[in-house]
């Protein structure tokens, strides 16, 4: 008997794995599940497998093990049904430059068998409304910016009402404002109800946009969760600068942080170390500061600065993958 597919699921794989001829595995083992409405950032460094876990998912390539499941139903099986269901834009919009930002819309919508054409004009003029490009729409398509370029794509994937929205990077190669103006728009589109999921290798990306994220590395899911959740595993590290670091260190390691770590500093000593996460040791309550740094005086330690880094969520993704991430667009 197979498992259930949950219904929730907008998409949902098994054991996902493609491997290019003679090369490694791009993509191994991928277990992916999305949530529907949620907004799914799926992160990794160059090269992880996101692209090809993309073109796996709208039956663009053939896994070469496992499934997928995209709004319940089978890939690629249920390709011809599914996927007008589903908007996508892929490596960037396929544009006539020398037609406007209406005419390249409306040349979508004509090669769309089942749009009407008699309500073509409504649908390109929602469609632009959509990701704000009314007024620039009788300019040609080659004097758009890149991000104008993007939303263009976008639009032309809203023509038809989408249950979801596949994104790869699509803030790729874009100036921070470009890049607001998807943010932006993203966010908009789940606010309407749209699942969107979208690749990037950017951190801070995922952070401000993403309800959930699922995180690649050489092909291999790392982990997957809401964004609040993978915050909240962010541990904090403690720095408490004294005189008497050796006693600071019995008494934090007693407290059960980690990681200790002595520098000289101006002040005497500087002691830093890993706070306990959540539920360390297991069904013991949080670290509190207070008693900390209590417990610390109480130990004849004498505390001339106290203070806590809280772990960015990089940090949580560097130390899951063990590798440094592009931080930079
Ligand atoms: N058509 C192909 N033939 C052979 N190898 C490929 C092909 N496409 C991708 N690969 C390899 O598969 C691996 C995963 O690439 P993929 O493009 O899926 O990663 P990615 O996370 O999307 O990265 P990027 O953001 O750079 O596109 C890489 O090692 C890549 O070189």
Same mark, same amino acid.
């Given at each position: 008997?197979? =498992? ?40 990794? !460094? ?9 073109r796996m ?41 020398? $037609? ?22 409504? =649908? ?21 910016? $890149? ?13 038809? !009402? @989408? ?19 998807? @943010?932006?728009?993203?966010?908009? $589109? ?34 997957q969760g ?11 590290r403690l ?36 706070? !306990?996460?959540?539920?360390? !040791? ?9 008693? $900390? ?10 505390? @001339? ?25």
């Open positions: 008997m197979g =498992r259930q597919p949950s219904a929730e699921a907008v998409i949902e794989t098994r054991g996902l794995s493609k491997t290019y001829r003679g090369g490694r595995p791009a993509v191994d083992g991928l277990d992916l599940s999305v949530p529907r409405g949620s907004v799914f950032g799926f992160l990794g !460094p160059n090269g992880s497998g996101k692209t090809t876990t993309i998912l709208l039956g663009l390539i053939d896994a070469t093990g496992g499934s997928a499941r995209l709004l319940g139903e089978p890939m690629p099986r249920a390709a011809g049904r599914v996927l007008p269901r589903v908007g996508a834009l892929i490596e960037g919009p396929a544009l006539y430059g020398f $037609l406007s930002g209406r005419g390249n819309l409306r040349r979508y919508d004509a090669a769309d068998p089942t749009a009407d054409p008699r309500t073509r004009d409504a =649908r390109v003029e929602a469609a632009l409304e959509r990701v704000g490009l009314s007024a620039a729409a009788g300019k040609k398509a080659k004097a758009y910016s $890149l991000g104008m370029k993007q939303r263009l794509g976008i639009a032309a994937a809203l023509l038809q !009402p @989408r249950e979801l929205l596949v994104l790869d990077e699509p803030t790729n190669g874009l100036d921070p404002q470009g890049m607001r103006e998807i @943010r932006s728009l993203v966010r908009a $589109l789940a606010q309407d109800g749209t699942t969107v999921f979208l690749s990037s290798h950017l951190l801070d990306e995922i952070e401000q946009v993403c309800s959930h994220t699922a995180v690649m590395n050489r092909g291999r899911l790392v982990t809401t964004v609040a959740e993978m915050s909240a595993g962010a541990r904090g720095s408490v600068t004294t005189p008497d670091g050796a006693d600071a260190m019995r008494v934090l390691k007693g407290h059960g942080l980690s990681d200790l770590a002595t520098a000289e500093s101006p002040e005497g000593q500087t002691v830093t170390g890993e706070l !306990p996460g959540p539920g360390e !040791p297991p069904g013991g309550p949080p670290p509190d500061l207070a008693d $900390l740094n209590a417990a610390l005086v109480r130990a004849g330690v004498r505390v @001339r600065a106290f203070g806590v880094t809280r772990a960015s969520l990089e940090d949580v993704f560097v130390s899951l993958t063990g590798e440094g991430f592009d931080v930079a667009g």
